[in-house]
């Protein structure tokens, strides 16, 4: 999960994992109740630590929607485990943190 934050002038990335299903939340605000649970992993990625290719694909004006150009998968969960985006061909996990292939929500 990539997720855009801004505060303070600056604009930077927060990373994390999705941990379970959806959940459609009817006590929630209109616009918040389809809701994924999420384990933020970095909240405070600075944009420019990713590469100009990968960060230019998060730039969608959708609101979800699948990173799959340039091994973006891998490359995110590299940000995440090592901090630095890495492009080339992919390395084994350190920390088990395994990269699936999104599933498509009906």
Do not use: C, K
Not at 60 to 69: A, Y
Not at 87 to 103: C, F, K, N, R, T
């Amino acid at each position: 999960m990539v997720m855009p934050v801004v505060g303070g002038g600056q604009r930077g990335l927060a990373l994390g994992v999705v941990t379970g299903a959806y959940r459609f939340r009817a006590d929630a605000v209109p616009g918040m109740r389809h809701t994924r649970p999420v384990q933020w992993r970095r909240t405070d990625l600075p944009r420019e630590e990713v590469q100009p290719d990968l960060r230019d694909s998060m730039g969608s004006p959708l609101t979800v929607f699948e990173l799959s150009r340039n091994d973006a998968a891998r490359r995110v969960a590299a940000l995440i485990e090592q901090g630095e985006d890495r492009p080339g061909p992919p390395e084994s996990s350190a920390d088990g943190l395994s990269v699936a292939s999104p599933q498509r929500l009906e």
